[in-house]
């Protein structure tokens, strides 16, 4: 079997053949952007290895995070590949791939991170031989957290972090992270929307209303995308027309990005889902609808409690910094035998 795989996430621009149980590499640091040596170099290995774009069987590329710009160009040039030849195309995680690495060399680390802008992080916790991935980037107290302040692992020498090694790439473990994937889905993960982007939200005007009948569609597919066990379209309509229950939307140019439900109790709001689209977190979405509901229980003098998972570190912390309180433990309250942790803020 012939694998070709690409990865440009990275400032190191990285090509691996595996040709028949053979591996030929390109491993450069950048000095000129991907887009204009990744197409040489390619050929250049595939001169050397003697093989012909025609003769791999599937292709593979690391579609994030990292590098905006280099995880587009090494996502349309393993797409045109695959348009071309009509070959399959495996999609590959950073973070994964940086945890194969890690594993290869026998590291003990509690996770491995990437540095993101502003002092982020994108990080990957190492727990019982596996990798829990945050889909969002973490501050530096909150990979401190993560961590338990033991060592992390990255690509580069991390200035900015501590403890941390820097691992050198593993050629090998970039085909056993592309063997290991059973992804073909090749939406990009920036984490970090592109400048353009983060202008265009910032510009927008961020609306939150009462949802209607026709933002059932846009709610459940936002579910879907974030819980396993999502509401269906029923479930929706049935809280929609509830007297106690409220489902609000946040809004940019008519797009509906996220969707906070709430119930009105006796002296109480409980909110149940807080979703965001992943294309628009770490906008302050999630805080401004939490933070909706939050008025509209100081005008009836009422609490707003909520329920976390122990595991959801993500989600905790930002509840603790808008000012939650913990109230009660329930013990393996969910389907995977983890706590549930019921918070609440108190305004009356």
């Known amino acids: 079997m012939n694998y070709l795989l690409i990865n440009t996430a990275n400032e190191e ?55 905006f710009t280099g995880i587009r160009v090494g996502i349309a040039t393993i797409k045109a590949f695959k348009d071309v030849f009509n070959k399959p195309v495996r999609a590959i995680s950073n973070l994964e791939l940086l945890y194969q690495i890690v594993k290869n060399a026998g590291l003990d680390v509690s996770a ?16 019982n031989n596996k990798i829990n991935i945050y889909e969002r980037n973490l501050t530096k107290d909150e990979l401190m957290a993560v961590s338990d302040n ?23 473990a970039f085909v056993q992270a592309f063997l290991n994937s059973n992804s073909y889905d ?80 006796i002296d109480e709001y409980n909110i149940s889902r807080v979703v965001v689209d992943k294309n628009f977190r770490n906008h302050g979405v999630g805080s401004k609808l939490i933070s909706y509901i939050e008025n509209l229980a100081k005008r009836s003098q009422m609490n707003v409690s909520l329920e976390v998972s122990v595991n959801n570190f993500t989600a905790k912390t930002l509840y603790e910094k808008l000012g939650y309180t913990l109230r009660r433990v329930r013990k393996e309250y969910y389907k995977d035998k983890s706590d549930c ?5 108190m305004f009356n």
């Open 13 to 67: 621009l990285v090509i691996v053949l595996y040709k028949n149980g053979e591996i030929f590499a390109c491993n450069e640091r950048m000095v000129k952007k991907h887009n204009e040596v990744l197409l040489p170099k390619l050929e250049e290995l595939l001169v050397k290895a003697n093989v012909q774009l025609k003769d791999i069987d599937e292709f593979g590329v690391v579609i994030g995070p990292g590098s």
């Open 341 to 345: 942790l019921e918070m609440v803020k």
């Open 150 to 172: 033991n060592q992390v692992a990255f690509y580069t020498n991390s200035h900015n972090y501590q403890p941390s090694i820097c691992v050198e790439f593993d050629n090998q």
């Open 112 to 127: 491995v991170a990437i540095e993101g802008s502003l002092n982020s992080y994108f990080v990957g916790k190492v727990e």
């Open 186 to 265: 090749l939406t990009p993960i920036y984490y970090q929307l592109s400048q353009a982007e983060n202008d265009k939200i910032a510009n927008s005007n961020l609306i939150i209303r009462e949802a209607e009948m026709w933002d059932i569609k846009a709610i459940s597919e936002l579910d879907k995308s974030n819980f396993t066990s999502s509401w269906d379209n029923n479930m929706l309509e049935s809280i929609l027309f509830s007297k106690s229950n409220r489902i609000y939307v946040a809004e940019i140019e008519q797009q509906v990005i996220g969707f906070v439900v709430a119930e009105n109790d």
